[in-house]
């Protein structure tokens, strides 16, 4: 596991605390507030969000992420890239939300909260998925993986318990991933006459009742499959992917310190040989 420092700690909080923000603004702006009224909120916090990101990844690089994890992150990225057009997200088959999982459970928190803002960009630009919503993928994805890392039993659970608490933890994240985006595209609605459209400045709970009439309608017919093919793929995938996984970080070896012998010595030694 890759391991993270206190200043990588405070870092992650810090832009999960303004994702929060960013996602959720729509149900606490007062009929009075600039956001309220501000079509160009979203955009603020989507020209926000890629910045801390970055500054995130900058911090757990300089602190945690040696050369070898930077080629392991640069190759998972890669797959699951490649892995998100193949289903693209039509009916919600989305396959690379266990890769996500399984590498968050293997490589940690602070890792796979960078590999899945990371892995959202670059499949964003490939498959041409760029736009105010891409932040928030990063940050939703980077939530998913983290939320792996932070299970329990990562150093003793291991057999096909792991894989169905994993399975178990990949379906629940799958349906709260769509949730928390539709947290991102809702507020657009605001100001049509539907009984699913945001209503700036009305109570929680009546735009909380709007809010889950449009998952309702909208999204649940995309989360329920992402969930199924993710436990599905989980339990069947899951043991050679994790083993895959785990053999790489051993031989890796991550975190450990690099140290280099004396030049001369080697000579000595070798001509003993």
């Given amino acids: 596991m890759v391991r993270i420092g206190p200043v990588s700690a405070a870092a992650l909080l810090l832009v999960s605390a303004v994702g929060a923000a960013a996602f959720g603004w729509p149900l606490l702006a007062g009929p009075d507030s600039g956001l309220a009224h501000s079509g160009d909120a979203p955009w603020l916090f989507a020209a926000l969000l890629p910045l801390l990101v970055a500054v995130v990844g900058a911090t757990i690089a300089d602190s945690g992420l040696d050369a070898k994890a930077v ?143 449009y998952c309702l309608a909208t999204s649940l017919g995309w989360d329920l499959p992402r969930a199924v093919v993710t436990a599905v793929c989980t339990l069947t995938l899951g043991r050679a992917v994790l083993a895959a996984l785990r053999r790489a970080t051993r031989k890796a070896a991550f975190g450990t310190p690099v140290t280099f012998e004396d030049a001369n010595r080697l000579n000595a030694r070798a001509s003993h040989m």
């Fill in 71 to 213: 080629a392991m992150l640069g190759v998972l990225a890669a797959v699951g890239a490649a892995l998100r057009p193949l289903g693209a997200g039509t009916a919600g088959i989305e396959p690379m939300f266990f890769l996500m999982v399984l590498s968050g459970r293997v490589l940690g928190p602070g890792f796979g909260f960078v590999l899945g803002a990371v892995t959202m960009f670059a499949s964003a630009l490939l498959t041409g998925g760029v736009g105010p919503w891409m932040p928030f993928q990063m940050l939703a994805m980077g939530w998913v993986a983290m939320g792996a890392g932070l299970l329990p039993g990562a150093e003793r659970l291991r057999g096909r318990r792991e894989l169905w608490l994993l399975a178990s933890y990949g379906a629940i994240a799958s349906v709260l991933y769509g949730t928390i985006m539709n947290l991102q595209g809702w507020p657009y609605l605001s100001g049509m006459s539907t009984g699913v459209s945001f209503v700036a400045g009305d109570p929680l709970p009546e735009n909380l009742a709007r809010f889950v009439a």
